[in-house]
T-cell receptor, first 114, second 114 residues
Framework: AQTVTQSQPEMSVQEAETVTLSCTYD???????LFWYKQPPSRQMILVIR??????QNATENRFSVNFQKAAKSFSLKISDSQLGDAAMYFC???????????FGKGTLLTVNP | AAGVIQSPRHLIKEKRETATLKCYPI?????VYWYQQGPGQDPQFLIS???????DKGSIPDRFSAQQFSDYHSELNMSSLELGDSALYFC?????????????FGPGTRLTVT
């Protein structure tokens, strides 16, 4: 079974600085996607960024970028120029093989300090 | 832009009662996923439908059933409710059964079982 591991239950960053959230996964599939979702206090699930496994280039969305290391099965999220609105729970998620469901990690609670 | 609609947003039930959660996907979306997020937990996949047929099944209790109707809305029926069923239930919809298509999450239904 596919598993997603987030080893940092909590992280904090100063406003305007950079923070990296870690995620590792385990799969035997060759066709899969990886995602980072943000869940603010409103509990809404918001897609931040996604990466197709077959693409070597790391995905980037404005201040958010990933470091995808396929061989190491690592998928970290870097948030640059952190803003107060970035404070939220961040979930790493996987979807692969014949399954289209999302499998989530346990989450990392990010605090942004002013 | 239209989003996924879930109703009700909040629901309070007593043990052994039944509950029905409804999900209205984004127009033209034919795929629906249901997830359960317990307090302090990551979302867990329950069940999914594509073109009104069940496409995948996760850790959904036998007390729960779900279906997708001709207008693509979906309902999750929960019977003999237990305290442990208290959770946030998300519905997500996508344009098709393909990882290229993003899963858009609804705001969730918060179910409290007393």
């Amino acid at each position: 079974a596919q598993t997603v591991t987030q080893s940092q239950p909590e992280m904090s960053v100063q406003e305007a600085e950079t923070v990296t959230l870690s995620c590792t996964y385990d799969t035997s599939e060759s066709d899969y996607y990886l995602f980072w979702y943000k869940q603010p206090p409103s509990r809404q699930m918001i897609l931040v960024i996604r990466q197709e496994a077959y693409k070597q280039q790391n995905a980037t969305e404005n201040r958010f970028s990933v470091n995808f290391q396929k061989a190491a099965k690592s998928f970290s999220l870097k948030i640059s120029d952190s803003q107060l609105g970035d404070a939220a729970m961040y979930f790493c998620a996987y979807s692969g093989g014949s399954n289209y469901k999302l499998t989530f990690g346990k989450g990392t609670l990010l605090t942004v300090n002013p | 832009a239209a989003g996924v609609i879930q109703s009700p947003r909040h629901l309070i039930k007593e043990k052994r009662e039944t509950a029905t959660l409804k999900c209205y996907p984004i127009p033209r979306h034919d795929t629906v996923y249901w997830y359960q997020q317990g307090p302090g937990q990551d979302p867990q996949f329950l069940i999914s439908f594509y073109e009104k047929m069940q496409s995948d099944k996760g850790s959904i209790p036998d007390r729960f059933s779900a279906q997708q109707f001709s207008d693509y809305h979906s309902e999750l029926n929960m019977s003999s409710l237990e305290l442990g069923d208290s959770a946030l239930y998300f519905c997500a919809s996508s344009l098709g059964m393909d990882r290229d298509y993003e899963q858009y999450f609804g705001p969730g239904t918060r179910l409290t079982v007393t």
